[in-house]
């Protein structure tokens, strides 16, 4: 994992996209609340009820008729990042993996969101769901980082261990679908980084990806575009020491034909963190 290209592209963009940092974060970084706060918003008519100490005094001064001031108030945003670990996603393109450039975005989000004082909790979905607490910036990183390597998907240079996926033991496709719902709040932003290839059911991620705070990514290797190739993974029961095979069925579904716009692609082998900070702004 190249945590110092994640910083470069990260000081590349940066400059241009926190301008105007006030006003905005990063889309869908922010969220606009009616409040009280600084920023003044628009006027709007005056009616019974209304806090008079909000009224425009020199707007009623000239018109004869009473407005009061209306405000955005930023308040600080949950940014729940959903990182897809299913045997698929450990394979990719030159070197790097779809696990590998999911782990890179989410750590970009992470710095991302120590600039807007938002904060992210990462969800890494094996055959298990494990929780990363929510923080931001550099200890966001070391969090993330820490938690992989003691579930064994990093080894402790930090890269993917490809072996992992062998290690997976079955999955509960409906507690992974309740696991997600679970954090899609009125006040969170759900990132979704996936190749959809085995993460939850077409009728699940419908439900989920519908959902207006939810931002779906597929992320795609060569591999993905084939029609049908058939790959067998030797899977051996951590407790019970017994080997399985099972097949995997890389299938290029067509998500934008079948869900529209909300899912967008992202390639391995091309400029994964460039371009999914364009899909964002």
Same mark, same amino acid.
């Given at each position: ?61 000239? %018109? ?41 975005? *989410? *750590?970009?989000?992470?710095?991302? =969101? =120590? +600039? ?26 070391? =969090?993330?980082?820490? %938690? #992989? ?6 080894? +402790? ?17 409906? +507690? ?28 699940? #991620? ?9 931002? *779906? ?65």
């Amino acid at each position: 994992m190249n945590i110092n290209e994640v910083r470069k592209t990260v000081a590349r963009i940066k400059s241009s996209l926190f301008r105007n940092s006030n006003s905005y974060s990063i889309g869908m970084l922010r969220s606009h609340f009616k409040g009280t706060g600084l920023q003044f918003k628009e006027h709007q008519v005056y009616v019974p009820g209304d806090d008079v100490r909000f009224i425009d005094w020199k707007l009623l001064a000239k %018109t004869a008729e009473p407005y009061i001031k209306t405000f955005d108030e930023e308040r600080n945003v949950e940014i729940v990042v959903v990182i897809d670990a299913s045997p698929t996603m450990f394979f990719g393109d030159r070197g790097v993996t779809k696990v590998q450039a999911s782990i890179e975005l *989410c *750590c970009l989000l992470y710095l991302l =969101a =120590a +600039e807007t004082n938002d904060y992210v909790h990462a969800l890494i979905v094996t055959d298990r769901v494990i929780n990363v607490p929510k923080r931001n910036g550099d200890a966001g990183i070391v =969090a993330l980082v820490s %938690t #992989l390597e003691k579930s064994g998907i990093l080894n +402790e240079k930090g890269e993917v261990e490809l072996g992992y996926s062998e290690k997976m033991e079955e999955y509960d496709e409906v +507690e992974r679908y309740n696991s997600i719902m679970k954090h899609v709040g009125r006040k969170r932003e759900v990132v979704l980084l996936s190749d959809f290839n085995g993460l939850i059911s077409m009728e699940h #991620l419908k439900r989920v990806i519908y959902q207006k705070n939810v931002h *779906c990514f597929q992320i795609l290797s060569p591999i993905d575009y084939s029609l049908s190739v058939p790959y067998l993974i030797k899977s051996t029961g951590q407790e019970t020491g017994k080997s399985r095979n099972y097949g995997v069925n890389f299938k290029r579904n067509d998500f934008q034909g079948l869900l529209g716009k909300r899912v967008k692609s992202l390639e391995v082998g091309g400029r994964y963190l460039e371009d999914f900070i364009k899909e964002m702004v």
